[in-house]
């Protein structure tokens, strides 16, 4: 079974970057694809960057630009870089193991306990 623990948040201003880490634990072989997901207060969960074998990434539009996602060659460790913080970044950040189909990222790991990100100045 695949466990999930997240770190990297904080509360930073607008402006700066932080750098989420996500390290995995358990049987990983089948892994091919990750994801990081962002949860604002009071909304749904949300992907905001995945990237799958081969190193293609995908992001939301909201990101573009300014989030990067990468991960070590085992599937062991995922990071998310984020830089020029703004406000509605804030939320709780979550990463996920997963596979595409097609242009889609589906996760089929649970969800770890996640790391808070508050971005106010």
């Known amino acids: 079974q695949v466990q999930l623990a997240e770190s990297g948040g904080g509360l930073v201003q607008p402006g700066e970057s932080l750098t989420l880490s996500c390290g995995v634990s358990?049987?990983?072989?089948?892994?091919?694809?990750a994801g990081w997901y962002r949860q604002p207060p009071g909304n749904q969960r949300e992907l905001v960057a995945a990237?799958?074998?081969?190193?293609?990434?995908n992001y939301a539009d909201s990101v573009k630009g300014r989030f990067t996602i990468s991960r070590d060659n085992g599937w062991k460790t995922v990071y998310l870089q984020m830089n020029s913080l703004k406000p509605e970044d804030t939320g709780d950040y979550y990463c996920?193991?997963?596979?595409?189909?097609?242009?889609?990222?589906?996760?089929?790991?649970?969800w770890g306990p996640g790391t808070q990100v508050t971005v106010s100045s």
């Open positions: 996920t193991l997963g596979t595409f189909m097609g242009a889609d990222y589906y996760p089929n790991t649970g």
């Open positions: 990237i799958r074998t081969g190193g293609r990434t």
């Open positions: 358990g049987i990983v072989s089948a892994a091919n694809a």
